[in-house]
């Protein structure tokens, strides 16, 4: 069974900053792609970043400049810096995983269960 736990989202007044963190748990070979994704009301769920176990990063063009994505590989670990935070980036936040487990050579997709951030005055 795999887990993945967010953690960090919260109420930011605009131009603030939040770190999002992302733990994945359970029977885990390797973790190929971690990435994030968000989805605002009314929206569809959008990709943020990812980042390959390589170090290999990807982000929207609508956050480039202001967010980081990281991982620990050996700790199955993943986050995103939000720096520069605008009312826009209001969502919640998923963090997402593409990975094999331990006596499996097929990848699945895994999904955490979101956190809210909003960005507010």
């Known amino acids: 069974q795999v887990q993945l736990v967010e953690s960090g989202g919260g109420l930011v007044q605009p131009g603030g900053s939040l770190r999002l963190s992302c733990a994945a748990s359970?029977?885990?070979?390797?973790?190929?792609?971690m990435g994030w994704y968000r989805q605002a009301p009314g929206r569809q769920r959008e990709l943020v970043a990812t980042i390959t176990s390589n170090g290999e990063t990807n982000y929207a063009d609508s956050v480039k400049g202001r967010f980081t994505i990281s991982r620990d590989n050996a700790k199955n670990m993943g986050a995103l810096q939000m720096n520069s935070l605008k009312p826009e980036d209001t969502a919640v936040y998923y963090c997402n995983a593409h990975l094999s487990t331990w006596g499996s050579p097929t990848r699945y997709s895994y999904w955490g269960q979101g956190t809210q951030v909003t960005v507010s005055s």
């Open positions: 359970g029977n885990i070979d390797s973790i190929y792609v």
